[in-house]
T-cell receptor, first 113, second 112 residues
Framework: DTAVSQTPKYLVTQMGNDKSIKCEQN?????MYWYKQDSKKFLKIMFS???????INETVPNRFSPKSPDKAHLNLHINSLELGDSAVYFC????????????FGSGTRLTVV | KQEVTQIPAALSVPEGENLVLNCSFT??????LQWFRQDPGKGLTSLLL?????REQTSGRLNASLDKSSGRSTLYIAASQPGDSATYLC???????????FGGGTRLMVKP
C-alpha cells in the first residue's frame, strides 16, 4: 500500500551508461516531481510534471529526461552518466490546488563509478 | 527567487527537552509550508502542512507555526525523545502549481 514507490532503491553503474529510475504513485495525485539530493543533503527540484505541462529546472542537464506513460507514473531517464550524477533521487507527488502537500518516495541512491 | 534558510544546522539536546527549529523564507507570497523528517538513508516523511491562511498546525508533540508576513516558521518539539533524532526539513511552495523549495535542514540529535 506504498503511496509513492521508486525502483530501484540502489543503482551502481559505470560512467557513460544510460539508466532509468521508475516511480509510481497510487494517491490519485495529478502532479509528479523529481528531486535530487546531493552529498550535502540539499534537495533541489529537477522536474515538475502533470498532464498539461512539464516544468524543467533550467540547471538540469538535458541528459536527464522524465517520461510519463500515465498519470500515476513518472520515470527518470539519464543518458551518458557522469560521476557528478551520483546522488539520491527522490520522486514525489501532490494534488494541484486544494492546498495539497507533497508525498515523497523513499529515494534511489545512484552511484556512478 | 525563493530562498529558504534553516537555523540551526545541527542541534544536540538531552532527552526530555523542549526545542524549537527555525525556518525563514525570502518570498512571503507562499501557498503553503511543509515540515518533513528524514532519517539517515531514508526518504522524507511529512510531519505538518500549514496553508498560507493558517497560523499553526499541531500533531502530537509537534507544533508548527507560520508567520507569513515576516517569512518565518518554527517547529516546536515537546518533551524530545531519542527517536526524534533525524534531519528536519522545511519546504515552501509558492503557488498551487509550483515546486517546493527546501531549506538545508536541521540535524537533530536527542541524547538518552
Amino acid at each position: 500500500d506504498t503511496a509513492v514507490s521508486q525502483t530501484p532503491k540502489y543503482l551502481v553503474t559505470q560512467m557513460g551508461n544510460d539508466k532509468s529510475i521508475k516511480c509510481e504513485q497510487n494517491l490519485g495525485h495529478d502532479t509528479m516531481y523529481w528531486y535530487k539530493q546531493d552529498s550535502k543533503k540539499f534537495l533541489k527540484i529537477m522536474f515538475s510534471y502533470n498532464n498539461k505541462e512539464l516544468i524543467i529546472n533550467e540547471t538540469v542537464p538535458n541528459r536527464f529526461s522524465p517520461k510519463s506513460p500515465d498519470k500515476a507514473h513518472l520515470n527518470l531517464h539519464i543518458n551518458s552518466l557522469e560521476l557528478g550524477d551520483s546522488a539520491v533521487y527522490f520522486c514525489a507527488s501532490s494534488r494541484q490546488g486544494q492546498g495539497g502537500g507533497y508525498t515523497f518516495g523513499s529515494g534511489t541512491r545512484l552511484t556512478v563509478v | 527567487k525563493q530562498e529558504v534558510t534553516q537555523i540551526p544546522a545541527a542541534l544536540s539536546v538531552p532527552e526530555g527537552e523542549n526545542l524549537v527549529l527555525n525556518c525563514s523564507f525570502t518570498d512571503s507570497a507562499i501557498y503553503n509550508l511543509q515540515w518533513f523528517r528524514q532519517d539517515p538513508g531514508k526518504g522524507l516523511t511529512s510531519l505538518l502542512l500549514i496553508q498560507s491562511s493558517q497560523r499553526e498546525q499541531t500533531s502530537g508533540r509537534l507544533n508548527a507555526s507560520l508567520d507569513k508576513s515576516s517569512g518565518r516558521s518554527t517547529l516546536y518539539i515537546a518533551a524530545s525523545q531519542p527517536g526524534d533524532s533525524a534531519t528536519y526539513l522545511c519546504a515552501v511552495r509558492l503557488n498551487a502549481g509550483n515546486m517546493l523549495t527546501f531549506g538545508g535542514g536541521t540535524r537533530l540529535m536527542v541524547k538518552p
